[in-house]
């Protein structure tokens, strides 16, 4: 008997949710400042007027905001027009309903059907399509002005507290959704790499649309899961592979003062395309390869190829120079760089989405010791795949 009441018990749990206890001790204390500060500062504007000083509907928001931020529930605009268009509605049907409870079922049903249209759906918006009714005669008397103070100014300083705690905070970014950048590295139209196989953007959408249900979870997370879940499973195939495996470990390196005519021959003796530029400390500092170069060559002149090539790395004599004369003025920085513990399946986006044919791998102290380039990636893959 127990255990079916323990099993019918965890029927209605949800599943538990997989947060750091650092995670969840932030999320308790921005909400405590946001709602201190929140309160006194409207304070300071209400003073003497018969309004509360904070609206019940703010600690709902303030939970949406802290503890799921990343939720389409909890951005800027949902945040704000779930919560300002509820209130708006719900004095608005005060004044031309009579009947309280039938102006209460208008009000809300009204702010549903509006914040669905206007893809601003914010539960806490439902607690304000009610307030204004039942609220008392303060807040009755009030009317519009409650929608201002202090619903407005509440919202707003939620939204200004959201933003800077969510981007202060380790390992969050407020608002969720990023500006979208072309990653087009090369100019066609052809899916990126790694969407031309498996579950793609589109394929996300397509399938939300088809479930037709409001999920709390944004396009760019489901993506972001579904690669993260990927590249677990492909590491329990291919077991622990880590870079420090498969990195070249003898390099050639340059400093920031190695002249360019040195570094060409190192690049040509040693038949390699890229050189890592270390300081002192051998810390990577950035990257020098053979498109540095050719594209520094002033290939618009009418002379050779080869001449102009040798014109620009060949030192300049004297003093003063009006071209690059050394490593560090020509070299791509800041370089992307691994660890030497990081799995080789963590390198993929890296050399597939961003371009990348070479990886400099640094130890804990990010000292460099190694080398990956797509050749060692691609064999290194192949190897786990066949095993």
């Not at 879940?229 to 870079?243: L, P, S, V, W």
């Not at 691994?338 to 080789?344: G, P």
Request: proline share 5%; aromatic share 6%; hydrophobic share 50%.
């Amino acid at each position: 008997m127990q255990a079916r009441l323990f099993k019918l018990f965890q029927t209605f749990m949800p599943e538990a949710v997989t947060l750091s206890t650092g995670e969840k001790l932030r999320s308790v204390l921005a909400a405590f400042v946001a709602i201190l500060v929140v309160g006194y500062v409207t304070s300071i504007f209400v003073s003497g007027i018969a309004l509360p000083v904070l609206v019940a509907s703010i600690g709902a928001s303030s939970i949406l905001m802290f503890a799921v931020y990343h939720s389409p529930l909890s951005q800027p605009w949902p945040m704000t027009a779930g919560n300002i268009l509820p209130a708006l509605i719900a004095v608005t049907c005060g004044k031309l309903i009579q009947d309280v409870v039938l102006a209460a079922a208008v009000s809300l049903s009204l702010s549903l059907l509006i914040m669905q249209l206007l893809r601003c759906v914010h539960p806490p918006g439902g607690a304000l399509a009610l307030l204004p009714l039942l609220g008392g005669t303060g807040v009755h008397e009030l009317g519009y002005q409650f929608v201002l103070e202090p619903v407005g100014l509440n919202v707003l300083l939620l939204l200004v507290l959201g933003f800077v705690f969510n981007n202060l905070l380790p390992g969050r970014r407020y608002p969720a959704r990023t500006v979208i950048v072309s990653k087009d590295i090369h100019k066609h139209d052809d899916p990126a790499a790694l969407d031309r196989l498996g579950v793609n953007q589109a394929d996300l959408h397509n399938a939300l649309k088809q479930m037709n249900t409001f999920l709390d979870v944004t396009e760019e997370d489901l993506g972001q899961i579904y690669k993260m879940a990927g590249m677990q499973a492909y590491r329990r195939k291919m077991g622990e592979i880590t870079c420090a495996d498969i990195m070249s470990r003898d390099l050639v390196t340059a400093e920031y003062g190695t002249e360019l005519e040195e570094a060409w021959a190192q690049l040509r003796y040693h038949k390699i395309k890229a050189i890592p530029v270390v300081d002192k400390a051998q810390r990577v500092i950035g990257i020098i390869t053979l498109v540095d170069f050719l594209k520094r060559a002033n290939l618009k002149t009418y002379e050779t190829f080869e001449d102009k090539l040798i014109k620009f790395i060949k030192r300049t004599p004297g003093m003063d120079s009006q071209k690059p004369e050394v490593v560090g003025q020509i070299m791509a920085a800041p370089v992307y760089s691994a660890k030497e513990t990081m799995h080789i399946v963590e390198l993929v986006p890296l050399l597939s989405e961003r371009g990348l044919h070479h990886i400099p791998i640094v130890d804990a102290e990010r000292r460099l010791v190694g080398m990956v380039t797509q050749s060692d990636l691609i064999a290194a893959l192949y190897a786990g795949s066949v095993n």
